[in-house]
């Protein structure tokens, strides 16, 4: 069984496979994502998608910031959600397994270094391959 995890960006998203024993990660566009899951998708697959919208938050305003920076936040926020959901529906159309995840914020309290020493996974990451990381290492 492969485990993927996704977390939905708009420009790419950080995608993470889980074998049991061996941790990879990318990122993708959402075109490229699509490939890979078409390409995957024949293989023994469950695929675990971060859902930020699972969070009962009724804003994404930031305290101390701008209208104008408030109103960018929401509105990538609001786009990666979108992504999320387009994922979702690709999924469901190809009958693919899927599981939503409620954010839990676990990926961003590490750093790269941080990561390594707790993974062993000693090539480049950033913040998406990292939560993509943690919604399938070890499940």
């Known amino acids: 069984m492969i485990k993927i995890g996704i977390d939905p960006d708009v420009e790419r998203s950080g995608v993470a496979e889980w074998d049991g024993s061996k941790l990879t990660l990318h990122t993708m566009t959402l075109i490229e994502l ?68 409620k954010p839990s914020g676990l990926g961003k309290r590490y750093n790269s270094k941080q990561f390594q020493k707790l993974t062993g996974y000693d090539k480049q990451t950033n913040e998406e391959k990292r939560d993509a990381a943690f919604l399938v290492w070890k499940r």
């Open 34 to 101: 699509f490939d890979f899951l078409s390409e995957n998708k024949t293989n023994d697959i469950q695929i675990y998608i971060e859902c930020g919208w699972l969070i009962k938050k009724t804003n994404w305003k930031r305290s101390g910031k701008s209208i104008g920076v408030n109103e960018r936040i929401a509105e990538r926020t609001g786009a990666n959600h979108e992504i999320g959901k387009q994922i979702i529906k690709f999924c469901e159309f190809h009958n693919i397994e899927f599981f939503k995840i």
